[in-house]
T-cell receptor, first 112, second 115 residues
Framework: DAKTTQPPSMDCAEGRAANLPCNHS???????VYWYRQIHSQGPQYIIH???NNETNEMASLIITEDRKSSTLILPHATLRDTAVYYC?????????????FGRGTQLTVWP | GAVVSQHPSWVICKSGTSVKIECRSL??????MFWYRQFPKQSLMLMAT?????????EQGVEKDKFLINHASLTLSTLTVTSAHPEDSSFYIC???????????FGSGTQLSVL
């Protein structure tokens, strides 16, 4: 089962920053937080992941709280093409397989 | 980034037939592959996990005799939906990973429609 909680939907004006929160209060010390997004009828696209330090790449920034119980994905200048469902995922702790269970995610709508 | 190729993109079949979906990692060795299914307006549901050369581990409630998974090489996994029925119609997505704590790469998905 998914171990994360996200708001079901958010919206954002084009060109503004989109800040997507995620709670993962049961995360353990060596578990990464992964962010993916899915545009309708496509496979999920990797965005970013992190352990405890903030991370940035060409797509987004990931801010992880010091206690690691929550994180925020930041899209600094949202575009219409960023409209998608965003998933925050923590691997399953209970096995060596490292399975990733998807929660419901956040539907981000970017409007002109 | 790494590429996972999934084929076919869509398939329509008659009830009772079997359908095979292929998932290939094109530029890395996928020691672990995962298969998901997704119904409209719902999230991805993990079906099974497979490691190269060993039997797949199925999630609770997923029939292993119905959804046959083969991961015979480090670059190829297949999902065969046997004796498909209309309720098996869904979007099937594979993903691959080189090793633990590394990101998953996803295929583009296969839309299965069973008539």
């Amino acid at each position: 089962d998914a171990k994360t909680t996200q708001p079901p939907s958010m919206d954002c004006a084009e060109g503004r920053a989109a800040n997507l929160p995620c709670n993962h209060s049961t995360i353990s010390g060596n578990e990464y937080v992964y962010w993916y997004r899915q545009i309708h009828s496509q496979g999920p696209q990797y965005i970013i992941h992190g352990l405890k330090n903030n991370e940035t790449n060409e797509m987004a920034s990931l801010i992880i709280t010091e206690d690691r119980k929550s994180s925020t994905l930041i899209l600094p200048h949202a575009t219409l093409r960023d409209t998608a469902v965003y998933y925050c995922i923590v691997p399953d702790r209970g096995s060596t397989l490292g399975r990733l269970y998807f929660g419901r995610g956040t539907q981000l709508t970017v409007w002109p | 980034g790494a590429v996972v190729s999934q084929h076919p993109s869509w398939v329509i079949c008659k009830s009772g037939t079997s359908v095979k979906i292929e998932c290939r990692s094109l530029d890395f060795q996928a020691t672990t592959m995962f298969w998901y299914r997704q119904f409209p307006k719902q999230s991805l549901m993990l079906m099974a996990t497979s490691n190269e050369g060993s039997k797949a581990t199925y999630e609770q409630g997923v029939e292993k005799d119905k959804f046959l998974i083969n991961h015979a090489s480090l670059t190829l996994s297949t999902l065969t939906v046997t004796s498909a029925h209309p309720e098996d119609s869904s979007f099937y997505i594979c993903s691959a990973r080189f090793r633990a704590n590394e990101k998953l790469f996803f295929g583009s998905g296969t839309q299965l429609s069973v008539l």
